[in-house]
C-alpha cells in the first residue's frame, strides 16, 4: 500500500480567531482542525457567536485576530504600512470562497432568476464554463436535492423547505470541498425541516466536510462526528456526540443540551 | 361662448412649442440620468473623499431651484466665463434650460438609483460572494437587475415632474409653448382660452405618459 510522504491538510485549521464588532468581543481566542470527510455541528445560544465563527471561515466577516488555513491555503492577513489590518487580496478570497459552499438561514435565492439559472449563475461567472455544460451540470443537482422538476420556476413560487434544497444545489453544483450551513433550517415550518435535513444527511453519508451551525440537536447527535458548544464567543465542550450529549463537562452545555432535549 | 376655438387657430405654432418643451425634456433628461448615475456611483464608492464630494453635490443641486438656475446659467455664466476666457460668450436658451433642469434632475435621480441599489437585500449579495463571485459580476448579474426594477416606477414619476418643469423655461426666452401662448395672449387679449387649452394639453399629454408608465410598471412586477 502506497504511504503518502506528507499527510494531507485538514479541511479547516482556525488558530486563536478573535472577532470584535467594534468594542463588542463576539469570539475569543477559537483555535480548531476539522479533517476532510467530517462533519462539525457547532449549538450554543443565540448570541454566543456560532454564526460569526461560520461567516469568518469563508471570510463574510474578517476576523479581528487570528489565523485560517482552508485545505491548506492560508487566509491569511497582515498589517499595511499604517499599521492597520487587511485581509487577503479580493482575488485570493474569491477563489478560497468557490471552493467552501454556504447555505443560509434565509435562503438567499435570487428573485429575478428561475431555479435553474439560480444554479448555473456561479457555474458561469466563476468556473466559467458553457452554458450547455452547466446546464447540464445544475439539472444534475437539482435532480440529486429532488428539485429537478422546478427548475423553470421562480423562487417566490417556492416553499421554504423547496427554496432551501435549491439553495443547497446552488451551493453543491460548484462541487466545493466543504459545505457550511448557517442554521439552514431555523427559517422553516417545523414540517419542511425533515426534507432540508434528509439531504443534509445524505450530504454527511456521501463524505462531504460539512460544518452546520444548528439547533437541531436531533440532527448534531446523530450525523455529525463531532459536536462543539459554543458560549459567548468561546469553545466550552468539543467532542463526539457521545461525550457532549452524555456527559459534558461544562455546566452551561448540560443546562443548554437540557432545554433542547428535556 | 368662452371663444375656444382661438386655441384650435393657432394649433400649429403651439404644438411647435410643446415640442421644444419635450426636446428640453428629453435632453435634460437624459443629462440628467446620466450626470445622476455618476453621482450615484461616486456616493457608493470605498473612497471617502468621493464619498463626500459627491453627497455635497448632491445636496447643494436639490435644493437649487429650477427658476434660479435657469436665469443663474442664462445669465450668470456666460458672463462668468466670457471674464475668464476673455472672449464673448452667451449660452443658447435651450442650452441653458437643458443644463438648469438636467443638472437639479441629476441630484434627485442620483438618489432614487443609490435607493434602488441599496434596497437590494445585502443577503442575496453575500450568497453571491459566498459562491466566490466578483464585485463587478456580483453588480451586473445580482444587483442591478433588481435595482432597475426597483427604482423604475419613482424614475417614471420623477421625470413626469421634469416635464412638467419644462414649462418654467419661457423665462430664458425658449420659444416653448408657454413663450407662444404668452405672445398670443398679449395679442388677442383673450387668457381664458389659451391658458386653458394649455393646461388641458399637458394633462392630456401627461396623462398618456402615467398610462404608459402604468403598463411598463405592471410588466415589470
Not at chain 2, 448632491?58 to 455664466?77: D, G, K, N, T
Request: one cysteine or more; proline letters at 5%; hydrophobic letters at 45%.
Amino acid at each position: 500500500m502506497n504511504q503518502k510522504a506528507y499527510p494531507a491538510p485538514p479541511a479547516i485549521r482556525v488558530v486563536g480567531m478573535t472577532k470584535y464588532f467594534g468594542t463588542v468581543p463576539v469570539l475569543r481566542g477559537i483555535s480548531f482542525e476539522l479533517e476532510r470527510g467530517k462533519v462539525l455541528s457547532i449549538v450554543g445560544a443565540s448570541g454566543s457567536g456560532k454564526s460569526t465563527l461560520l461567516r469568518c471561515l469563508n471570510y463574510l466577516e474578517q476576523p479581528t485576530s487570528g489565523e485560517i488555513w482552508i485545505g491548506g491555503q492560508s487566509m491569511s492577513f497582515g498589517a499595511n504600512r499604517n499599521g492597520a489590518r487587511h485581509g487577503p487580496p479580493p482575488a485570493q478570497i474569491a477563489r478560497i470562497r468557490a471552493e467552501i459552499g454556504m447555505v443560509f438561514q434565509q435562503f438567499n435565492l435570487w428573485p429575478h432568476m428561475t431555479v435553474v439559472q439560480n444554479v448555473m449563475e456561479a457555474l458561469l461567472r466563476v468556473r466559467k464554463i458553457s452554458a450547455h455544460e452547466a446546464r447540464a451540470r445544475a439539472e444534475r443537482y437539482l435532480a440529486k436535492v429532488d428539485m429537478l422538476d422546478a427548475a423553470g420556476r421562480y423562487p417566490a413560487k417556492l416553499s421554504g423547505g423547496q427554496q432551501q434544497r435549491v439553495a443547497i444545489a446552488r451551493a453543491l453544483a460548484m462541487e466545493p470541498q466543504i459545505m457550511l450551513f448557517d442554521e439552514a433550517t431555523s427559517s422553516l415550518d417545523p414540517e419542511l425541516t425533515s426534507e432540508v435535513l434528509d439531504v443534509m444527511r445524505g450530504l454527511a453519508t456521501d463524505g462531504m466536510t460539512m460544518v452546520v451551525v444548528t439547533h437541531e440537536m436531533g440532527f448534531a447527535r446523530d450525523v455529525s462526528d463531532r459536536v462543539m458548544f459554543l458560549h459567548q464567543g468561546v469553545i466550552e465542550e468539543d467532542g463526539t456526540p457521545a461525550t457532549v450529549f452524555s456527559d459534558p463537562r461544562s455546566e452551561r452545555c448540560r443546562q443548554f443540551l437540557s432545554k433542547y432535549l428535556g | 361662448m368662452y371663444g375656444l376655438s382661438i386655441f384650435w387657430d393657432y394649433r400649429v405654432i403651439l404644438w411647435h412649442g410643446l415640442l421644444i418643451n419635450l426636446l428640453v425634456f428629453l435632453l435634460s433628461s437624459c443629462l440628467g440620468l446620466i450626470v445622476g448615475l455618476l453621482a450615484c456611483i461616486c456616493r457608493l464608492s470605498s473612497l471617502r473623499p468621493v464619498r463626500t464630494l459627491a453627497a455635497c453635490y448632491i445636496e447643494v443641486i436639490r435644493s437649487a431651484p429650477e427658476l434660479v438656475l435657469l436665469f443663474w446659467i442664462y445669465s450668470v455664466v456666460p458672463v462668468l466665463l466670457s471674464d475668464l476666457l476673455r472672449t464673448h460668450l452667451s449660452f443658447d436658451p435651450i442650452v441653458s434650460a437643458t443644463l438648469a433642469l438636467g443638472l437639479v434632475s441629476s441630484g434627485y435621480f442620483a438618489e432614487t438609483f443609490r435607493a434602488g441599489i441599496q434596497a437590494v437585500p445585502a443577503g442575496h449579495v453575500e450568497a453571491a460572494q459566498a459562491l466566490g463571485m466578483t464585485g463587478a459580476a456580483i453588480l451586473r448579474r445580482i444587483v442591478l437587475p433588481q435595482a432597475v426594477r426597483l427604482m423604475l416606477p419613482e424614475l417614471m414619476s420623477q421625470n413626469i415632474g421634469l416635464l412638467k418643469t419644462t414649462t418654467l423655461v419661457s423665462v430664458i426666452t425658449v420659444p416653448d409653448i408657454m413663450y407662444q401662448i404668452n405672445l398670443i395672449v398679449q395679442q388677442e387679449m383673450r387668457p381664458l382660452p389659451l391658458y386653458t387649452g394649455t393646461a388641458v394639453a399637458f394633462f392630456v399629454l401627461i396623462l398618456i405618459l402615467t398610462s404608459l408608465v402604468g403598463r411598463v410598471g405592471l410588466r415589470g412586477a
